[in-house]
């Protein structure tokens, strides 16, 4: 059974998303991906937790937003974690 994402010892979801080095082949993975998606002014996005848990900017399209959420249950599934 896939082990929720929650606060343990002192981790979070920054460090689950961003720094843990167990998802580091996953988490690589999901930025190639996201590091592909532009604004709507054509500059790459600032990928940080507020944009893979809310990805409600301006700046962003809605199909956009749903290929965010897409790519991170993709790489919540990928390490086998859950919400």
């Given at each position: 059974m896939p082990q929720p994402v929650r606060v343990v010892h002192g981790?979070?979801?920054e460090h689950y998303l961003?720094?843990?080095i167990r998802y580091s082949k996953q988490r690589e993975e999901m930025?190639?991906?996201?590091?592909?998606?532009?604004?709507?002014k054509d500059?790459?996005?600032d990928i940080s937790e507020t944009l893979l848990l809310a990805p409600h900017f301006d700046n962003i399209s809605k199909s956009q937003r749903r290929i965010?959420?897409?790519v991170l249950f993709e790489f919540i599934s990928a390490t086998t974690?859950?919400?």
């Open positions: 981790k979070n979801a961003f720094h843990c930025m190639d991906q996201l590091l592909q998606i532009r604004d709507k500059k790459t996005i965010i959420k897409e974690r859950s919400l």
